[in-house]
């Protein structure tokens, strides 16, 4: 798993050490894994890039995982990324995970486990049936999480920070919920899958039938149980005040605010932290001795309002600003650029 300090020194993907760096650090929390999120169209793929690119220039090997399907990462870095890790800076991998190409992959990988389990007269039927699970609602999620917990531990050796560029807040809020949620299904699933297994022994016994699965070499069981594990894994690391940090992207709107609002109350119930709130697009105050545009004018009081709602429910948390830029901060060296304050 992940240093808490960034104290691991194992070699990197590219055997390159990342370069320390020569400005001040950006005001983002200093955590192993931070997630961004926020309304769509808000900003935070362009914030969890700049976040990744200053810690790696803080020198942590850093690691940049889009999990939103819109996939504006590869745009915003300008570059060609997949589903591995792609270095994009020094110190700094990027890479895009695609939730509907996980969920087949994780079914395929469910059929393979149930093939060497089932009887052969019974698998089209449980093929019908996985496939009826593959388009419900919920299983891309599951199979992203999946995907999430084995980031986690695959490049945990590799990388000190992970980064996480999150879908628009609904479908994130579903995300972290299943950890929560899927252990105690899959519990109950484990506890089952005994029960049928200790029937089925004693009928053997009774019945002197073909030998069944034992606890000991059940591959569904064993499978079950694996992931069960995963998931309560994943859970102590977002629940790690130390380690974890979710950090929202708000635009000072009305509605960016509210939804920001009600999705960090729904991460409390749900133990993950919130580490900081990004206030995006904050228009500059005008130039000393001229005269301000109507219209401008009236945006900024308008924003003054907005601003001060944010202060005053989501001031329990950092609120950094991010002046509106005149241009969309493209391609590493701008992103580099982009003003966070506190």
């Known amino acids: ?154 490049e945990g050796g590799d990388y000190d920070r992970v980064v996480f560029d999150t879908a628009p807040t609904g479908q994130t809020l579903r995300l972290l919920s299943l950890p929560e949620l899927m252990a105690t299904w899959i519990s109950g699933l484990i506890q089952r899958r005994k029960k049928i297994g200790a029937l089925a022994q004693m009928w053997k016994n009774v019945a002197g039938s073909e030998e069944v699965p034992t606890p000991e070499n059940d591959p569904l069981l064993g499978a079950l149980e694996a992931r069960r594990d995963r998931f309560r894994a994943a859970r102590r690391v977002l629940t790690d005040r130390r380690r974890t940090a979710f950090v929202f992207v708000v635009i000072p709107e009305r509605l960016p605010i509210w939804e920001t609002e009600k999705a960090v109350e729904a991460l409390a119930k749900h133990d993950v932290p919130v580490g900081a709130i990004v206030v995006n697009q904050v228009l500059p105050a005008p130039a000393a001795g001229a005269g301000d545009d109507p219209f401008l004018a009236a945006r900024r009081e308008r924003q003054a309002a907005y601003l001060a709602r944010i202060s005053q429910s989501l001031g329990d948390w950092p609120v950094l600003r991010v002046a509106l830029l005149d241009s969309d901060p493209v391609g590493v060296d701008a992103l580099r650029r982009i003003p966070v304050e506190r």
Request: proline share 8%.
């Open 1 to 154: 798993m992940l240093s808490d300090e960034g104290s691991q020194r194992a070699a990197t993907p590219s055997g390159a050490a990342p370069r320390a760096r020569t400005r001040t650090p950006l005001p983002f929390p200093d955590r192993p894994v931070l997630f961004f999120g926020g309304k769509g169209g808000v900003g935070k793929t362009t914030m969890a890039a700049a976040a990744a690119l200053d810690m790696a220039a803080r020198g942590h090997r850093t690691l940049l995982v889009s999990t939103d399907p819109a996939h504006s990462t590869a745009d915003v870095l300008q570059a060609e990324l997949g589903d591995r890790p792609r270095r994009v800076s020094d110190g700094c991998w990027a890479m895009e995970v695609d939730p509907e190409r996980e969920a087949d992959r994780y079914i395929d990988a469910v059929k393979e486990r149930v093939a060497s389990a089932a009887p052969p007269r019974l698998l089209g039927e449980v093929y019908r049936q996985i496939d009826i699970a593959r388009v419900s609602p919920g299983a891309a999620e599951s199979a992203l999480f999946d995907r999430f917990t084995r980031i986690l531990e695959d």
